[in-house]
């Protein structure tokens, strides 16, 4: 006999499986609330999000990219690091988690400060592109 902590009406769901393991999924909520305050939001309801991102360099032919940022947390700014490719039509995006581009810039130069004093603390991704192709992603923290 199974047992749930919450039950909902949903449009759909179900449960998959392969080599790598299991996971169940449902799509749809019944009833959800956000709060926003002055240092970020919360969303309440029947079913909250679960978010697995790996940062990384996307492992395609002809990009031999070495991307690093420090320091990760960060308070005030953080250098993004670029080895191994000539730079050349780069540029950088920080997002928050929804997906709104919050800056961007043109990448001129291997090492290049991206200022955080403005962004409040929380969680946020930083991609970098090189012609309009993403080339490496991370998650970057401000506190």
Known sequence: MESYAQQGILST??????????FSYSVGQVSFTT???????????????YEILLDGIYNEPG??????????????????KIEGQEIKKMDYK???LNGMVL???G?????TTILLDE??????????SENNRTVAFHKIIKR
Do not use: H, R, W
């Open 13 to 22: 769901g179900g449960d998959a499986t392969g080599d790598a393991g299991s």
């Open 35 to 49: 709060l926003t305050g002055t240092t970020g939001s919360i969303t309440e309801g029947v079913q909250q999000p």
């Open 63 to 80: 990009i031999s990219l070495k991307c690093m940022i420090y320091p990760n947390p960060a308070t005030t700014s953080l250098i993004l």
């Open 94 to 96: 920080v997002c928050n």
């Open 103 to 105: 800056e961007e810039s």
């Open 107 to 111: 990448i001129k130069d291997n090492e």
């Open 119 to 128: 962004f409040v603390s929380g969680t946020y991704l930083l991609i970098v």
